[in-house]
């Protein structure tokens, strides 16, 4: 089902423009960005928002939080992303295919399918670091 076959609510308005300023976000982070404007939005509402979205293929799934939390990614294409082990950035990549031939076959029998997540330290991370 299409978001526009279901009614569109402030909060549902309100995630998508969160998701669309990030590119990435957790449902915490999406309510933290919210209650500037909507002071009593629950974190149940969030994600029940999100979950609608997600099933509907209004936005995707990017790799987890450090927390462990579902993470949402505006680009529902399939697509690689980065990391930051420090301060848990995320960022959409493109993995050349000669890099998956080469990972492909170092694993053996498995093999690689689906989106690839490469983690590292960002470049503020690195110039904090060395800093």
Same mark, same amino acid.
Request: hydrophobic share 35%; charged share 25%; aromatic share 4%.
């Given at each position: 089902?299409?978001?526009?076959? =279901? ?14 300023? =990030?590119?990435?976000?957790? *449902?915490?982070?999406?309510? %933290?960005? %919210? =209650?500037?404007? #909507? ?13 609608? %979205? ?6 995707? =799934? ?10 949402? @990614?505006? *680009?529902?294409?399939?697509? @690689?992303? #980065?990391?930051?082990?420090?301060? @848990? ?14 990972i492909q076959? *170092? ?23 060395i800093s």
């Amino acid at each position: 089902m299409q978001l526009a076959d =279901r009614r569109t609510t402030k909060y549902v308005t309100g995630v998508m423009k969160v998701i669309r300023l =990030r590119g990435h976000a957790t *449902n915490a982070e999406i309510v %933290l960005a %919210l =209650r500037e404007e #909507f002071p009593t939005v629950s974190a149940t509402t969030i994600h029940r928002v999100t979950q609608r %979205l997600y099933e509907d293929g209004e936005i995707g =799934r990017a790799p987890k939080a450090s927390d462990g939390s579902c993470r949402y @990614d505006i *680009n529902t294409e399939p697509h @690689d992303h #980065f990391v930051c082990g420090l301060c @848990d950035l995320v960022k959409d990549i493109a993995i050349p295919h000669a890099c998956r031939s080469i990972i492909q076959c *170092n694993v053996g029998d498995c093999s690689v399918s689906g989106p690839l997540a490469v983690s590292g330290t960002c470049g503020n991370c690195k110039k904090a670091w060395i800093s």
